[in-house]
């Protein structure tokens, strides 16, 4: 998806009074992959990243039932063969050890250590107009100089808790779930809380279950979950994933989400009820996205085709829970099956029937203050050992927000960006010139890697470009990032998730002016290769839409 760029002699000479040419701020697995591809041209860069070590989402997330729902194979870089050949996925969905194992073997495969610097978070970013450059301020006051930013903070790496009274009083242990203990928590015999029944919570609760005295779950609302059916990967198996890693990784090219799952090609209308019933069967016992990413297209813009679908999974919930006032708890209302991101499990549902598991619906009981041994409701009062809240992210913009970035003019993004995301092909931002974004806000809307992938390979020889033809300075036009805005609006338009209480339109109750109706466009909706097609095509016309100096 890349323009053929001239190779440019002495390139880690260009700007020579810069600390940096290219500083990128996450060591993730966006950034890990953009330090590659610039340490392989030799170019002057850095990453900084505010955690102790690699890994990004994959490094703070160690909650028990951390994984991916991707499957392993597809997750993985797809950019070196060595890699392909030589690592061994041992799940078909691999947990947080084997991922942040995986993202420390490439890192020290290809030497990126000595590229990357920790413990440094990023407090402020100022354009300087005059010599078109960067300045970077750190938290200890240190101060880094570069032509160019790539950010990688991640799109779910600025947790929010919730506006609770009493919260920062209680005397046990308390903290959001993305920053569980680094060191071992046993939680056997203690009383647990779990604030939030979210994709995190899914994955936590069945395993806090397991082994806590007592866990009581509050739930605000209901979400729809199916099973994630994970399995070892044996060595027969994993052989067979090497020989097919090209059709893996063009299928997940073609397909909407960037899966190895593509969706059912018949209409809806154009199989009987019977039919589509024997796929569902087939699919909700299949691992990974398939109940949800190979069905029928009218599942998420047809609200009858929709109802039909959301009934089905109400079902197959019912027949695991063993009280049915309580399943009933457990199947949303508010939305539709599969309409946001969709959540898969591992006999969370049956978690429910066990005798030290309590559901505390937080609408008709709400929480009415954290105490400092627990927590109460409108109707009753609980003590606790550990408290942990599952309450979400500020999803997408947020991790930016938190950097005071002021670019020309000294317009500060988090006021541009105050209503919702603005901005070019999710990769640029006007009034930001020589800011560039992976998989920031208004990229495609795909699993992650893949879409990575595709972010740092149109960034890598756009910069190129710029050094080749000489070039200190982009700044994106107006009327194009209008354009786009519109353009992603649009996408929005007929489909269900419009609706929804999603991180897709920017919900989070715990977050000020991210109400429900206040649609924050985060996301690209029209797939993995509608996006790839547009990007490449900008590229190709001379990066249309960008002013070059």
Same mark, same amino acid.
């Given at each position: 998806?890349t323009?053929?760029?001239?190779?440019?002699k002495?390139?880690?000479?260009?700007?020579?009074?810069?600390d940096?040419?290219?500083?990128?701020?996450?060591a993730g697995?966006s950034g890990?992959y953009?330090i590659k591809?610039?340490?392989?041209l030799?170019v002057?860069?850095?990453?900084?990243d505010a955690?102790?070590?690699?890994g990004?989402?994959w490094?703070?997330?160690?909650?028990?039932?951390?994984r991916?729902?991707?499957?392993?194979?597809?997750?993985?870089?797809s950019f070196?063969?060595?890699?392909l050949?030589?690592?061994?996925w041992?799940e078909k969905h691999s947990?947080?050890?084997e991922?942040?194992?995986?993202l420390?073997y490439v890192?020290?495969k290809f030497?990126?250590?000595?590229?990357?610097?920790?413990?440094?978070k990023?407090?402020?970013?100022?354009?300087?107009?005059d010599t078109?450059?960067w300045?970077?301020?750190l938290?200890?006051?240190?101060?880094?100089?570069?032509?160019f930013?790539?950010?990688?903070?991640?799109?779910?790496s600025?947790p929010?808790?919730?506006?609770?009274?009493?919260?920062?009083?209680?005397?046990?242990m308390?903290f959001?779930?993305?920053?569980?203990?680094?060191?071992?928590?046993?939680?056997?015999?203690?009383?647990v809380?779990?604030?939030?029944? +979210?994709?995190?919570a899914?994955?936590?609760?069945?395993? =806090?279950a397991? /082994?806590?005295?007592?866990? @009581?779950?509050?739930? *605000?609302?209901?979400n729809?979950?199916?099973?994630l059916?994970?399995?070892?990967?044996?060595e027969?198996e994993m052989?067979?994933?090497?020989e097919?890693?090209d059709e893996?990784?063009?299928t997940?090219a073609r397909?909407?989400?960037?899966f190895?799952?593509?969706?059912?090609?018949r209409?809806f209308?154009d199989?009987?009820?019977a039919?589509?019933?024997?796929?569902w069967?087939?699919l909700?016992?299949e691992?990974?996205f398939g109940i949800w990413?190979?069905?029928?297209?009218?599942?998420?813009?047809d609200?009858?085709?929709?109802?039909?679908i959301?009934?089905?999974?109400?079902?197959?919930?019912?027949q695991?829970?063993?009280?049915?006032?309580l399943?009933?708890?457990?199947i949303?209302?508010?939305h539709g099956f599969?309409?946001?991101?969709?959540?898969?499990?591992? +006999?969370?549902?049956?978690?429910?029937?066990r005798?030290? =598991?309590?559901? /505390?619906?937080?609408?008709? @009981?709400?929480?009415? *203050?954290?105490?400092?041994?627990?927590m109460e409701?409108?109707n009753?009062?609980f003590?606790?050992?550990?408290?942990v809240?599952?309450?979400?992210?500020d999803?997408?913009?947020?991790a930016?927000?938190q950097?005071?970035?002021?670019?020309?003019?000294?317009?500060?993004?988090?006021?541009?960006?105050a209503?919702?995301?603005v901005?070019?092909l999710?990769?640029?931002?006007?009034e930001?010139?020589n800011l560039?974004m992976?998989?920031?806000?208004?990229?495609?809307?795909?699993?992650f890697?893949r879409a990575?992938?595709m972010s740092v390979?149109w960034?890598t020889p756009?910069l190129?470009?710029?050094?080749a033809?000489?070039h200190?300075r982009?700044?994106?036009?107006d009327a194009?990032?209008a354009?786009?805005v519109?353009h992603v609006?649009?996408?929005?338009?007929?489909?269900?998730?419009?609706k929804?209480k999603s991180?897709?339109t920017g919900?989070n109750?715990?977050?000020?002016g991210?109400?429900y109706g206040?649609?924050?466009y985060?996301?690209?909706?029209?797939?993995v290769?509608?996006y790839?097609?547009i990007?490449?095509?900008?590229?190709?016309?001379?990066y249309e839409?960008v002013n070059?100096?």
């Open positions: 998806m323009k053929q760029t001239t190779e440019i002495d390139i880690a000479n260009i700007d020579p009074h810069l940096y040419q290219v500083v990128i701020i996450g697995l890990i953009q591809r610039l340490a392989d030799g002057r860069a850095t990453v900084l955690n102790d070590d690699l990004g989402t490094y703070n997330n160690r909650y028990p039932g951390a991916f729902d991707s499957e392993s194979y597809t997750y993985g870089y070196s063969q060595e890699v050949d030589e690592w061994d041992t947990p947080q050890p991922t942040l194992a995986y420390n890192a020290d030497e990126l250590r000595k590229y990357m610097q920790f413990g440094c990023v407090d402020s970013m100022v354009f300087n107009e078109n450059t300045m970077l301020r938290s200890d006051g240190h101060e880094i100089t570069t032509r930013v790539v950010t990688a903070v991640g799109t779910l600025t929010t808790l919730p506006k609770i009274e009493g919260i920062a009083g209680f005397r046990g308390s959001h779930a993305s920053d569980w203990p680094h060191e071992p928590l046993d939680l056997t015999d203690k009383r809380a779990v604030v939030g029944s +979210g994709a995190t899914i994955q936590l609760i069945p395993e =806090v397991k /082994v806590a005295k007592q866990l @009581t779950v509050f739930q *605000r609302r209901p729809w979950a199916a099973p059916n994970n399995a070892p990967i044996s027969t052989a067979e994933i090497r097919r890693y893996i990784f063009a997940c397909s909407p989400g960037g190895e799952h593509e969706p059912d090609s209409s209308y199989v009987s009820p039919q589509r019933r024997e796929l069967d087939r909700y016992d691992p990974g990413l190979q069905n029928f297209y009218e599942i998420f813009v609200e009858k085709a929709n109802a039909e959301s009934n089905y999974i109400a079902e197959r919930i019912r695991r829970v063993n009280d049915p006032m399943a009933e708890r457990l949303p209302k508010d599969g309409v946001q991101r969709l959540p898969l499990e591992t +006999g969370y549902f049956e978690t429910y029937n005798a030290n =598991v309590e559901l /505390v619906d937080a609408v008709e @009981t709400p929480i009415v *203050r954290v105490t400092p041994q627990g409701t409108s009753r009062s003590e606790f050992d550990v408290i809240y599952a309450t979400g992210f999803s997408f913009t947020g930016l927000d950097i005071d970035i002021q670019g020309s003019g000294g317009e500060r993004l988090r006021n541009k960006w209503a919702g995301p901005t070019y999710g990769l640029m931002i006007g930001f010139p560039l992976l998989m920031g806000p208004q990229t495609a809307a795909a699993n890697p990575a992938e390979n960034v756009f190129q470009h710029m050094w033809q000489g200190q982009f700044d994106v036009d194009f990032e354009e786009w519109e609006k649009a996408m929005y338009k007929g489909a269900l998730l419009r929804a991180f897709f919900y109750s715990n977050i000020e991210h109400e206040k649609t924050r985060n996301i690209y909706n029209g797939g290769p509608r790839a097609n990007v490449n095509e900008v590229a190709d016309n001379g839409g070059f100096q």
